[in-house]
């Protein structure tokens, strides 16, 4: 990101405000869809996001790259989002947390379609530590920032993310039909 918009912005220029916000809008958009699991919501979480950088951009400080703090933004957005939906659905309903169809999974032949839903089932942290570092490509100190917490506790999740989605996909590849899901996520859900 340029230095200069980055100056004129903070000094509360919205053309170079815009700017950011365009250039930050697809990969904040990639982490709320890989962190919400659906369209719909990462559009809101992200819309949101951004929203909040707009508004709070003249007291961005520095001590991060740009796209580092908005990263921070669009993950907590998510989280907030993600606890306020569980609560929602606790609260008027006993339906599961990670809905999958088995006709809409069984119609679909990609494999990044079933690496997707196999992320889904992760726990939120394990979630977007692997979406930061795998989608994203951030280096594990950025997100330890990002998520507020240490390093060695971004490379647990990592390591625990990837446990879990080698046994979800073993499941899958071994023919299991779509049970394989809530086995599996009930087992995530201990972690």
């Known amino acids: 990101m340029d230095e200069q918009i980055v100056r004129l912005a903070r000094k509360g220029d919205k053309a170079a405000l815009r700017q950011i916000l365009r250039a930050l809008e697809t990969p904040l958009y990639q982490t709320a869809?890989?962190?919400t699991g659906n369209e719909q919501d990462a559009m809101d979480a992200t819309q949101e996001?951004?929203?909040?950088?707009?508004?709070?951009?003249?007291?961005?400080?520095?001590?991060?790259?740009?796209?580092?703090?908005?990263?921070?933004?669009?993950?907590?957005?998510?989280?907030?989002?993600?606890?306020?939906?569980?609560?929602?659905?606790?609260?008027?309903s006993s339906l599961p947390e990670h809905e999958i169809s088995t006709n809409s999974y069984e119609e679909q032949a990609s494999i990044s379609f079933d690496i997707r839903q196999a992320i889904q089932l992760l726990p939120p942290q394990q979630r977007t530590a692997l979406t930061l570092k795998y989608i994203h490509d951030y280096e594990l100190h950025y997100i330890a920032e990002i998520m507020e917490m240490p390093i060695n506790t971004v490379k647990s999740h990592l390591y625990r993310a990837r446990q879990q989605l080698q046994k979800i996909l073993a499941n899958y590849r071994e023919?299991?039909?779509?049970?394989?899901?809530?086995?599996?996520k009930t087992g995530s859900d201990e972690n």
Not at 70 to 82: E, G, M, P, R
């Open 33 to 35: 869809y890989y962190l």
């Open 49 to 92: 996001a951004l929203w909040k950088i707009y508004r709070s951009f003249t007291s961005f400080r520095g001590d991060a790259s740009v796209r580092t703090w908005a990263q921070k933004i669009v993950t907590h957005t998510c989280w907030d989002f993600l606890r306020k939906k569980r609560k929602e659905r606790e609260w008027t």
């Open 175 to 184: 023919g299991r039909d779509a049970t394989w899901i809530e086995e599996t």
